[in-house]
């Protein structure tokens, strides 16, 4: 009797085990999937347009990363601060990148992007990102158009970490025009 007792629970106990396994499997994944993500900055010196040619694909990498990454606010933990450090090295590149580019010329028009007055060097960047990736993937760049994409990347971005960036009443009025098809018609009026 105590034999079959033993067999018994020790089906039991791999049939735990298995799914014991399987679950921290599944777990391990999801969490290592999870994780911030990261870039890895090139090792770039621009002083010239052309030096610009070779980095654009790493270019719209960094603004991918940036608009998949939140900015944090105060970083508590190694992990955070290491994420942080990354993310605002990341927007030097791309600000770098925008000085020295002939393929776009950013007009940093405050009557149009009205939000770059409240002085938040993550819209500012992200706009440029917009109006950058853009130029970058249609091969034009105009202002119109550049407005509009860098607002459009603006208001995403705005959209995802607005918990983290804070209300911000000049984006939630582009929000609105954006809504009532009403957007590209304000940005005409303003260039």
Known sequence: MKLKKMKKNTKIFTLGLTKTFILSAVLLVFCNNAKAQTFELP??????????EALEPKVLEAIDYLM?????????????????????????????????????????????ATFLKSKNYNILVIFASGWIKNALTTNTDNKLVGNMAGIEMV??????????????????????LQNEGKLEEFIKSKI
Not at 165 to 174: A, P, Q, S
Request: hydrophobic content about 30%; aromatic content about 10%.
């Open 68 to 112: 998949n990454t939140p900015p944090i606010k105060k970083p508590l933990t190694l992990e955070e601060i290491n994420q942080e450090r990354n993310r605002l090295n990341t927007l030097l590149f791309i600000m770098s990148f925008a000085e020295s580019t002939d393929k776009c010329m950013i007009d940093l028009n405050y009557k149009v």
């Open 155 to 176: 208001i995403d971005y705005y959209g995802k970490y607005k918990d983290i960036l804070g209300k911000n009443k000049e984006i939630e009025k582009y929000i609105k």
């Open 43 to 52: 090792k770039y010196e621009i002083k010239t347009a052309k030096d610009c």
